[in-house]
């Protein structure tokens, strides 16, 4: 640019006087040495100091215009230099004292642990219900969702078969009481005085028989006489036996008895059979409870193996849970849980943990938990999704840091990058309790010790840093 040249100013001046010091090597000083000189740049103008009036104005203006175009450019390259500065003066900073590095305290506080999973309301099992029996539906007087009591009668079916085939069974059963009745009190007292008939005629057959016999033997009958008593005699026992087993066949114990109580017998089951059926045309609810699905409708065809409906028993409530495998060893029967219903997350109820399935689901890598309710809330539904927080362990005043400050936690290793005279060491740690975002130390670390969080992973071990508490 013209007007940095180091001659004399335009319109006069010895040629032999120095113009002024303005190439200083520093830019500061140069805007120093420019800003020094105006005085004398303005008192410069052609002719000397007796030139004519006009002729100093012009002079003057010229000055002006020359100091500041300078004084424009110096500005500029003040302004360009001032950052300069201040980036090689962070990079002094740094390279002497180290990066800046945020770290966090370990101080005592309590610290919960707990094990967060989610699962689905249950009860302990449940019902579905069917029917034993095929016919038409000709009612269903309940819906789902309906809270129903043990008894309370859920589908009623077609029972004009049913009905009729009890009635026919009842008759049987009433026509082999009959008979039974029958041989009691009329054919085993015939038997009896047949018998009785029976003994008197033998002994009558017997004593005529005797006296032929006697009459033959002094000769006073003939042979043909003596035979006819002995054939008497052999009809008359042979009706004696005939009735005798007739009685016995009609006594209490024997034969006929028998035959008649097997019968009646049949005949009755028959009919219990018939009952039977007959119930099962109305469904009734086999225990209190609620109703949680309801797959049948009026004019069904009803069949069994079907099922009907889904009854959840009312009772207690659980929380069936799967938990990851690496936790089964945090878990025990009694501890106590906070559970929350992602319908109503703000609101919350107690849990307790109360089986552990002794299997392993290889595939999902989880274990099968139950929580039991003990107040469950009225808002909790069947298979509703509830989140649980298990408490598996609890410290007072335990040494914590934030769960991001140890690296390797979930190895056999854990270390922490702690802050000791401007550098960073790498000290191992002992951890216990865990929660979501704290990590007790057990061992490795003093309370009011500085560590650097896994976040910053430029931050190495052994190198200097100015710690920065967040």
């Known amino acids: 640019m013209a007007f940095l040249a180091r001659g004399p100013p335009p319109g006069g001046g010895s040629r032999g006087s120095p113009a002024p010091p303005l190439l200083a090597s520093h830019p500061v000083r140069r805007l120093t040495q420019v800003m020094a000189a105006l005085p004398r740049m303005a008192e410069r103008r052609p002719g000397g100091r007796h030139g004519s009036a006009a002729h ?18 110096y500005v500029w390259l003040l302004a360009l230099v001032m950052p300069l500065t201040g980036v090689v003066g962070w990079f002094a900073t740094t390279l002497a004292l180290g990066p800046s590095a945020p770290v966090h305290l ?21 019902v579905d219900v069917a029917t034993q029996v095929t016919a038409m539906v000709l009612d269903v007087p309940v819906d789902e969702g309906q809270v129903v009591t043990a008894g309370q009668v859920l589908v009623q079916l077609d029972d004009e078969d049913a009905r009729a085939n009890f009635e026919q069974m009842t008759a049987s059963v009433r026509q082999a009481e009959a008979k039974l009745r029958q041989l009691r009190e009329m054919s085993r007292p015939v038997a009896e005085e047949t018998l009785a008939q029976a003994r008197a005629t033998l002994l009558s057959a017997q004593q005529s028989f005797e006296r032929v016999e006697g009459l033959f033997a002094r000769g006073v009958v003939a042979r043909a006489q003596l035979d006819e008593a002995r054939k ?3 009809v008359a026992a042979a009706q004696e036996r005939a009735a005798k087993l007739q009685a016995d066949n009609l006594r209490p114990g024997g034969s006929d008895e028998l035959v008649a109580s097997a019968a009646l017998a049949q005949a009755q089951a028959a009919l219990r059979s018939a009952r039977v059926r007959l119930e099962y045309t109305v469904i009734r609810a086999p ?16 069949q069994p193996g079907k099922v009907l409906m889904v009854l959840a028993p009312a009772g207690e409530t659980w929380i069936e849970v799967q938990i990851d495998e690496k936790n089964l060893g945090l878990l025990s029967i009694g501890q106590r849980a906070l559970a929350s219903a992602d319908a109503y997350p703000r609101r919350t109820f107690d849990a307790e943990l109360s089986y552990i399935n002794p299997s392993i689901d290889a595939q999902r890598g989880a274990v099968a938990v139950r929580l039991r309710v003990p107040v469950p809330p009225d808002y909790l539904r069947q298979d509703m999704t509830v989140s649980v927080d298990i408490e598996v362990a609890r410290r007072d005043g335990a040494l914590v840091v934030p769960a991001d400050c140890v690296r390797d936690a979930d190895t ?4 922490v990058l702690k802050v000791n005279d401007g550098r960073t060491r790498r000290i191992p740690v002992r951890i216990g309790a865990r929660s979501s975002s704290l ?8 309370d009011g010790d500085r560590v650097v969080p896994s976040t910053r992973a430029d931050i190495v071990a052994d190198r200097r840093v ?5």
């Open 466 to 470: 100015r710690a920065i508490s967040p």
């Open 232 to 234: 008497a005699l052999d």
């Open 412 to 415: 056999a290793q854990p270390w």
């Open 106 to 126: 370990a101080a005592r506080r309590d610290i919960v642990q707990s094990v967060v999973a989610s699962g689905r309301i249950e009860t302990l099992f449940r």
């Open 56 to 73: 100093r104005h012009g002079s003057n203006t010229l000055a002006n215009t020359v100091v500041i175009g300078r004084w424009r450019h």
């Open 287 to 302: 225990r209190a409870g609620t109703l949680i699905s309801r797959s049948v409708e009026r004019g069904d065809i009803a």
């Open 439 to 446: 990590i007790e130390i057990v061992d490795g670390l003093a």
